[in-house]
């Protein structure tokens, strides 16, 4: 007798399928994913072109939060490729950048 026991199937994928109005204001926004709860999952967002400062504050804002949600996934002590980490760096010295000339001001 096997005192194995199988593991779980792993949920279904979730599919949402956007008519055509619906596509073309998510090309053209973003898309936030929230819990029932109204909690804050993650953003999912086109780059925008930084024609102005103002684009330009919004785009960083989506990739901070997406940033944050995504290394809040993270656990234990896990090696990230270099690739990884070089983006993430990137995005804070844009962060950075941004706080220091708003000080500035």
């Not at 960083?60 to 949600?69: I, N, P, S, Y």
Request: aromatic share 6%; hydrophobic share 40%.
């Amino acid at each position: 007798m096997d005192n194995t026991s199988s593991l779980p199937a792993p949920p279904l994928p979730c599919i949402i399928k956007l008519d055509q109005f619906q596509y073309e204001a998510y090309k053209h926004s973003r898309l936030e994913i929230h819990s029932p709860e109204g909690k804050f999952l993650t953003v999912i967002a086109w780059p925008i072109p930084n024609n102005t400062n103002e684009d330009t504050v919004y785009q960083l804002w989506c990739q901070a939060c997406l940033l944050e949600v995504l290394l809040d996934k993270i656990e234990g002590d896990v090696k990230l490729p270099s690739v990884v980490l070089n983006s993430i760096v990137n995005v804070i010295n844009r962060i950075d950048l941004h706080l220091k000339k708003q000080m500035g001001k």
